[in-house]
């Protein structure tokens, strides 16, 4: 997107066409095509004529197998049977300072085992019998190639993967970085090492930090084992912004920035230590570590997270007190569930879609309705979506069919293998499926409906009651204006007109969770491209009444508090 890199482009024309890239372009998109629309017509028909409404439904070679990774997931955490066990935290005190321990095994199996330990260690004196250290260098990061800028991104400040690329395109366009859409990790010295650091270091931030790095005879960044053939990783050019950047577009181009001169940055180097004390049989662990020189730390500062922690001045032979020692129950814990960018993550490990649709499959199944939260969970949609393909197409749902496809894809590109004998095998596992699910249409789309009627009163239908007369609560349009918010279903039946209001932009989704201050359902909106709005409907209401909309204090827009209709 910079005039040099044009100029160049334009007298390095290379004289052969690439016709394979675009047989393998052309065959992934009659894929998708053939899976995508022929599955997604016949869900979504199937359930359209049992006459209960219509719902868009969906399913394909790429977004089947991550539906399955979802609900897989769920269905792992309902089936988790949580086993108890005890752990022992103990402190100990030096010099007036309190230090926490960590006892020689992780978890007692009893808790009259875990009472014994804490009985006979209480106000003990424990001896140390051994100090260890040891140095560890930590090497700078590889640069980012576009699931590692999404992962760091959602990391640090909690951007979905279709935001962070939707925001790296823009400075992309803006001709501030280069193209994002890639798997490299590894950055060529023909992009100009040199001229990129003096372009950057036009930011009073970066000034000090390039001039430290073009000191250097020699700069050679930390490049990643992973390559793209098209493109190399996501770096800044150098050129100076147009415009101011604010925002998104400010916070993500900082963080490209600083991983672009950490990963040319000396290695830095930590130490850990641990000092063991013992007390009769007994064992409690000391950990502790410090940063002795900070290397790439420096350049990638405020987005690496330092653990240092100090340890007490303490040598063989020395003695410390037990200041609190007790037992505590825990359980073990189910397997998280996925959040969009791990979800991401999964996908990438499965060679299941490219790196320029992965974030917009994740979208396209909150938009579906299949998932929601951050936290995603599996609605009964997606359980029953994912259970008709799993009894009828199984091969939509298997990753490795879809990875096949993808090899396939980059057989295409390599000359081996045909776009032509690729369709036609694939048309040949299509057709049986197809069959299958057009003789079963009527019982799918029975069952389906049925769902879908059921997940569309869940959707608005809060589990906090009414606070004024316990009847439900529920997402209400007010047919004047079309604008939506809290209504209580004992208007017809009791004439409460209890309201509150809700965001009036992006989808709305019903969480599991209470607000922590008022114990009020909490409400998530999300908008393609956004982060999440995450609120308290009640919280906001009583801000809202406190604050007057004239007040040079307000900090709502008038523009927001009119937006809470009334029942109407």
């Given amino acids: 997107m910079t005039e040099k890199e044009l100029r ?41 004529r049992q006459g209960r409404g219509y719902t868009t439904l ?25 086993v108890p066990f005890w752990t022992i935290d103990a402190t100990i005190v030096h010099d007036n300072k309190i230090y926490s321990s960590e006892y020689e095994r992780d978890k007692v199996a009893s808790q009259a085992e875990a009472k014994g330990v804490c009985n006979e260690c209480r106000d003990a004196l424990l001896e140390v019998k051994a100090v260890e250290s040891r140095e560890t260098q930590q090497y700078p990061p590889y640069p980012f190639d576009l699931s590692s800028l999404q992962s760091e991104a959602y990391r640090h400040f909690g951007y979905s993967p279709a935001r962070t690329l939707a925001l790296a395109e823009r400075l992309y366009l803006d001709a501030l970085i280069s193209y994002p859409r890639t798997s490299s990790q590894k950055l060529p010295p023909d992009i100009g090492y040199a001229e990129i650091m003096r372009g950057i270091a036009f930011h009073t931030d970066y000034r000090p930090l390039v001039a430290k790095l073009t000191t250097r005879s020699d700069l050679r960044p930390n490049n990643g084992p992973k390559d793209d053939p098209a493109h190399p990783a996501i770096f800044p050019t150098g050129e100076s912004p147009n415009r101011p950047l604010s925002g998104g577009e400010a916070t993500l181009y900082d963080l490209i920035s600083r991983r672009f001169m950490a990963t040319f940055a000396d290695s830095s180097l930590k130490t850990s230590s641990r000092i063991i004390l013992t007390y009769n049989n007994h064992r409690f662990f000391l950990l502790g570590s410090r940063i002795i020189r900070l290397g790439w730390v420096e350049f990638y500062r ?59 499959i994740i979208d396209l199944l909150y938009a579906r309705g299949y998932v929601r939260e951050q936290r995603i969970r599996a609605s009964e949609l997606a359980d029953k979506v994912a259970d008709t393909l799993s009894t009828y197409c199984p091969l939509i ?37 197809m069959l299958s699910l057009a003789e079963n249409e009527r019982e799918i789309g029975s069952q389906l409906s049925y769902v879908i009627v059921a997940q569309k009163v869940a959707d608005v239908t809060f589990d906090t009651p009414c606070p004024k007369c316990g009847l439900k609560l529920a997402v209400v349009r007010n047919r004047g204006t079309g604008k939506r918010f809290i209504g209580c279903n004992g208007k017809w039946q009791t004439g409460c007109n209890f309201t509150l209001p809700l965001p009036q932009f992006g989808n709305l989704t019903l969480l599991k969770r209470p607000c922590n201050a008022c114990g009020f359902q909490m409400v998530q909106a999300r908008s393609r491209g956004r982060r999440p709005l995450v609120s308290c409907p009640r919280c906001y209401a009583t801000k809202a009444r406190e604050m007057k909309p004239d007040s040079s204090k307000s900090k709502i827009p008038a523009q927001i508090l009119r937006e809470a209709p009334s029942a109407t």
Wanted: proline content about 6%; charged content about 25%; overall charge neutral.
């Fill in 8 to 48: 160049i482009a334009f007298q390095k024309l290379n004289s052969k066409t690439e016709l394979l890239v675009v047989d393998a372009g052309k065959c992934r998109h009659e894929l998708d095509w053939l899976y995508g629309i022929n599955l997604s017509r016949l869900l979504t028909e199937s359930a359209l």
């Fill in 58 to 82: 969906s399913a394909g070679r790429v977004q089947g197998p991550t539906l399955g990774f979802v609900v897989e997931r769920e269905e792992e955490i309902s089936c988790f049977v949580p």
């Fill in 302 to 360: 405020p987005y690496v997270f330092d653990d240092s922690r100090p340890l007490p001045d303490l040598r063989v032979g020395d003695r410390a007190r037990v200041q609190d020692i007790k037992s505590v129950e825990r359980f073990t814990q189910p397997p998280h569930r996925y959040n969009p960018s791990s979800l991401l993550k999964k996908m990438e490990d499965a060679n299941i879609g490219t790196k320029a649709t992965r974030a917009g």
């Fill in 397 to 433: 749902m298997d990753p490795s069919f879809t990875a096949n496809l993808e090899n396939l894809m980059e057989d295409i590109q390599n000359g081996t293998a045909s776009r032509r004998v690729v369709l036609v095998e694939a048309l040949q596992h299509l057709r049986p499926i």
